[in-house]
């Protein structure tokens, strides 16, 4: 769950996420042979593919005409759900790695949660990570998973998305809020320290965080407007790069001095102003935010996590309107 975040995480940015006590399992066997054989609890279909089989990038078939080297279905042909199993395959093999152990396996999520916006592919291409891992006795670090994770959605997927939710699974723990730096990968963890949540009629009034769901589903792979908006964030960068007299750095964001934005941002067309001014007001979301948490001042955080909302709507014009509906219901009480 992101808390002040995005999209810092697909510009560089600063973010900060938690995990929750939800997620999905992944029963499996080594399967003694380098076949894969996996089923769905929530979907219809089995997936088959062999791990001695070359995985391409979403494109590639496209472009070349290929099949598998065995001749086997191309994967858009196949049950949808399973394209992060071979994502999974297509990252580690990127890297040099040899798989020779498939594995069988029964996948299967919390009800009702699949495409809902809880990170749930980031969940997917994570466990099927660590399944063939395991399957083929290799030590993998959770920095590398999340590298791996990644390499599943941009190149495999071709998804515009960060480093964001694979980085909350894996190295969030409870009680604690996860930051981290896009950037340079580093992370902390945090506890809340001294926590100021007051007294409702002398009665002591704890926290909790509250997971309001729209009931409305959304697969990441079939909504064009996600990479539209990064591609949106980057074209912001390069106009305020150029107008600051450097052309030459990578247009994203997070490279962008906040003083630089303020000077040149009336330079920039309507839609590209509201995606910088969500992407500088959310990094000082997320800085403040770090403050608030860490000092106890719970309140003064909710209070941060609603206007990231009422910003991701407004400004980064993400989600639908029976979502902003909801949100505004929920802030309402």
């Known amino acids: 769950m992101g808390a002040c975040s995005w999209p810092s995480e697909a510009e560089g940015g600063a973010v900060s996420a938690m995990a929750i006590n939800l997620g999905l399992l992944l029963a499996f066997v080594p399967s003694g042979n380098p076949e894969v054989v996996l089923r769905s609890a929530q979907f219809e279909g089995e997936l088959r593919f062999r791990v001695d089989e070359t995985q391409h990038p979403k494109n590639y078939g496209k472009e070349n005409g290929t099949v598998n080297s065995n001749g086997s279905v191309k994967p858009e042909q196949e049950c949808g759900w399973g394209r992060y199993a071979r994502g999974a395959l297509y990252a580690l093999q990127s890297k040099g790695n040899v798989l020779n152990q498939g594995i069988i396996g029964l996948i299967s999520g919390s009800m009702g949660l699949d495409s809902s916006g809880l990170s749930s592919s980031a969940a997917v291409g994570i466990a099927y990570l660590l399944a063939l891992e395991n399957a083929n006795d290799m030590s993998v670090s959770p920095t590398e998973n999340i590298e791996y994770d990644r390499l599943i959605e941009n190149e495999y997927l071709g998804l515009s998305n960060g480093i964001l939710d694979q980085s909350a699974i894996l190295l969030s723990r409870r009680g604690c809020l996860t930051f981290m730096d896009c950037k340079t990968k580093e992370h902390k963890l945090i506890r809340p320290q001294n926590l100021q949540v007051g007294y409702i009629n002398g009665v002591h009034k704890s926290y909790k965080i509250l997971l309001a769901s729209s009931g409305l589903k959304q697969a990441l792979t079939s909504n064009s407007g996600y990479n539209r908006r990064v591609a949106e964030c980057?074209?912001?960068?390069?106009?305020?790069?150029?107008?600051?007299?450097?052309?030459?750095?990578?247009?994203?964001?997070?490279?962008?001095?906040?003083?630089?934005?303020?000077?040149?941002?009336?330079?920039?067309?309507?839609?590209?102003?509201?995606?910088a001014e969500h992407y500088f007001s959310e990094t000082m979301r997320v800085m403040k935010g770090l403050e608030e948490w860490t000092s106890g001042r719970l309140d003064e955080f909710g209070r941060l996590i609603t206007a990231s909302g009422r910003s991701s709507i407004e400004n980064y014009e993400c989600g639908m309107t029976y979502i902003a509906s909801s949100a505004r219901w929920v802030n309402l009480g």
């Open 234 to 275: 980057r074209e912001a960068a390069r106009v305020l790069l150029n107008a600051s007299g450097r052309p030459d750095v990578d247009p994203i964001l997070s490279n962008v001095e906040p003083h630089v934005y303020e000077v040149h941002k009336d330079k920039l067309e309507p839609v590209l102003a509201r995606r």
